[in-house]
């Protein structure tokens, strides 16, 4: 593993900018993490303290129980009937949360310095942190037309993605799948966000899996999904997370996890059992964050903000021309800020693209997430997440909209 050569942690750069946006007289709102803040359900507190005597060791694998209810949660939430699927008890591993599976999978692959790892161009930055861990070479592209006749071990796809909230289809995860296969590589699908979905054809039909059966032939070979309670459960503080599919990549990881000492506190595995087969407190929280997005997503329209795919998912991917055209044209940063509806503010040219942006809600005390730190592509847009409570989301949205300048 290599720890040298890391890039600086993305977040610790906001600190000027969150300086700024708390200064604002009306008080800071954040917008920028995807956290959750509605209380964890009742439910998995019960579950918790129910499982709280555990004086032995869990298993690294999983109780059986646990992974029966992974099972039967992706044929009954995730439209994926597991027998259909060739999807079995073997094949599923629970996780401590995702993001620590999503840095050491290229390592548990034996992945290194003569492989490369392929990711979307706009994505979650650990896909190529695990990669650089390991030394590995790395290719962001949305294509496999993109990659040309090089070999690729290891596929990252996301959907919906974080940040876009793009959702990829049947056909689209069928050809990269068969593509891969080819190759002999491997795809992984980060699916968290998946019971998200908030426009049509998904909000009907759902957010598909890649291990739906149209997609892998009915076999879980060479194919990963991963899914996280983090965020449909609001069990982010308890680190919940799980792989699923093909028993032969799953078998060594395990092994790997068991000498690590890599396992899920029992409580926990008992929790996420328990919520897993619950669906009811998924409805409750996907409805308060719909009123959110709603809320949000008038008052940046009506502000002039053009709000890009986020079909699916936690977050709105945004950009506004006008502001961006703004500081291209040379304008100074009060013109800017008129454009946008704003008051101006003292201070020289604005940052260009999507620090532009962010400190246009920073002079609201808004801070949102930069479009670059999921990659240069996303150099126009940033990121809004839905998870600050109701009253900051109105005061948010107030603060947005061209009617409410003085709020």
Sequence with gaps: ??????????????????????????????????????????????????????????????????????????????????????????????????????????????????????????????????????????????????????EVQLVWLNSPSNPTGKVLGIEHLAKVVAWARERGAIVVADECYAELPWEEPWRSAGVPSILDPRVTGGSPEGVLALYSLSKRSNLAGYRAGFAAGDPKIIAPILEVRKHAGMMMPGPVQATMETMLRDDAHVVEQRERYRKRRALLRSALEAAGFRIDDSEAGLYLWVTHDEILNAHVSGAPASEVLQVANGGPRAGGELQAGAWTLLEWFADRGILVAPGTFYGPAGKNHVRIALTANDVDVAAAARRIAPHERGA
Excluded: C
């Excluded at 700024?20 to 008080?27: D, L, Q, W, Y």
């Excluded at 359900?41 to 060791?57: K, V």
């Excluded at 209810?69 to 009937?81: H, Y």
């Excluded at 790892?117 to 294509?143: K, W």
């Design 1 to 150: 593993m290599q720890v040298s050569g890391l890039p600086d942690f993305p977040w610790d750069s906001l600190a000027p900018i969150t300086a700024h946006a708390k200064t604002h007289s009306n008080g800071f709102i954040d917008l920028s993490v995807g956290t959750p803040v509605d209380p964890t359900p009742e439910r998995a507190q019960l579950a918790l303290r129910d499982g709280a005597n555990a004086p032995g060791y869990p298993p690294t694998a999983g109780t059986v129980a646990l992974r029966e209810a992974v099972l039967d949660w992706f044929t009954r939430a995730r439209g994926v009937d597991a027998m259909r699927a060739g999807l079995s008890e073997d094949g599923v591993l629970p996780t401590i949360g995702l993001k620590e599976f999503v840095a050491f999978l290229p390592g548990y692959l034996g992945l290194g310095a003569n492989d490369t790892v392929m990711y979307p161009r706009i994505a979650y930055p650990t896909y190529d942190i695990g990669a650089r861990l390991v030394g590995a070479q790395t290719i962001a592209a949305d294509a496999t037309t993109a990659v040309g006749p090089g």
